[in-house]
């Protein structure tokens, strides 16, 4: 909830680097969002509603894929692992925009899957 709340005023921070390499990494499933982070220690737990204008998509749906981390590189503003392609265990779709003025907080809703 702490990141969250700091998210909604500060703006992402995108990683510098993940399966597909830097950026702000971000899905349309409520069932992936709701999972992170993986230990809460006992933290109130949030999950963001989010507008992404994600511009150029490069599909990334095996793993070694030849843009898999440059993708970036080639013009693209997002990636996107499709659901049940083999890239992540939970068979979940996966993206990662490149740069985090591209997404817009909604809304921020209490997430009580681990509470």
Not at 96 to 110: A, E, G, K, N, Q
Request: glycine share 8%; with cysteine.
């Amino acid at each position: 909830m702490s990141n969250a709340m700091r998210i909604m005023t500060e703006g992402f921070s995108p990683s510098f680097d993940g399966m597909l390499g830097p950026g702000v990494y971000v899905t349309r499933s409520f069932e992936k969002a709701s999972r992170y982070p993986l230990h809460s220690n006992g933290e109130m737990l949030a999950v963001l509603r989010l507008s992404v204008r994600v511009g150029r998509v490069k599909k990334i749906n095996y793993q070694g894929h030849p843009l898999q981390k440059t993708w970036h590189e080639h013009g693209y503003d997002t990636a996107w692992v499709p659901p049940n392609c083999g890239m992540v265990n939970s068979g979940l779709e996966e993206n990662c925009v490149y740069d985090p003025s591209r997404i817009t907080v909604l809304d921020l809703m209490p997430n009580f899957r681990f509470c």
